[in-house]
């Protein structure tokens, strides 16, 4: 058996003990992948095989990731990128879940009986089906700050992956900018996370500019507390949704064609 048959069947497995695959469609959700992965055959699978009845929830991250890598091998995707990969996993773990009139059904007949009870039901049913994604989810910070109002759960999100060099680079492709672009950089390339100035002062490095020759455009408070600990010149694009502190940066604009009446009106760098 080879290893992308061994993971549909432990993916199966994992549907089977967490409720998303019941007893009956196991053989239905296995011919399911099959066809998604373009194969014609698996050997018997089904919810009790030792292989596959016993798949911890630390397993679903690398059996994904396989299944990812064999899809990239077959021409499955169009790139090995974070985000085509996120997008194929989406799919493999869609031929897992209930339709959503069956979700909504479940929902409203255990509301009937407790909201707590409901949203339970909801938020295991995003985890399990990965829409949740726990492996990355635990790389948040979290803490709790006390206030006249009682007590604060503050979380900040690290677990959204940085775009690869491969998406930016499709991006800059995508907007025909190109001849304009001579550094693509990504958070994944650096170590630490703003408000750590590591990303701008390698990017300084490797464009050979010194900190006061570079302009950064920024919207977010760790995104200018970062590029100004690096020495850089920081305008912030205004922020009217979530509320950042902008106070830092050398220059606010309203919309992003107002920098270049700055730079050619002698304004930044006389």
Request: hydrophobic residues 35%; charged residues 30%; negative net charge.
């Amino acid at each position: 058996m080879t290893m992308i048959q061994t993971d549909i069947k432990k993916l199966i497995g994992y549907g089977v003990q967490r409720g998303l695959v019941p007893e009956e469609d196991v053989v239905y959700t296995a011919n399911k992948l099959l066809e998604l992965f373009g194969l014609e055959e698996l050997e018997c699978v089904c919810s009790a095989d030792k292989e596959a009845s016993s798949v911890p929830e630390s397993e679903l991250e690398a059996i994904l990731g396989r299944m990812c890598d064999y899809a990239f091998e077959k021409g499955l995707i169009a790139e090995n990128s974070v985000t085509y990969r996120d997008l194929f996993d989406t799919k493999v773990m869609g031929l897992l879940v209930p339709r959503p009139s069956e979700v909504i059904g479940k929902f409203k007949e255990l509301y009937a009986q407790s909201p707590q009870a409901a949203t339970d039901y909801y938020y295991k049913l995003s985890k399990d089906s990965d829409y949740i994604r726990r492996y990355r989810i635990v790389k948040d910070m979290k803490w709790v700050s006390p206030t006249k109002y009682g007590d604060l759960d503050i979380t900040v999100n690290l677990s959204k992956p940085e775009k690869d060099p491969k998406a930016i680079a499709a991006l800059v492709q995508a907007a025909g900018v190109e001849a304009l672009v001579n550094s693509q950089i990504s958070g994944d390339q650096c170590k630490a996370h703003k408000p750590d100035p590591e990303i701008y002062q390698y990017t300084m490095k490797k464009m050979r500019a010194k900190p006061s020759e570079c302009l950064v455009v920024e919207d977010s408070t760790y995104g200018i507390t970062a590029a100004k600990a690096a020495g850089a010149v920081v305008i912030a694009k205004k922020d009217d949704r979530f509320g950042y502190d902008q106070s830092g940066a050398d220059y606010l604009v309203e919309r992003l064609t107002e920098i270049v009446k700055l730079i050619e009106g002698g304004v930044i760098w006389k």
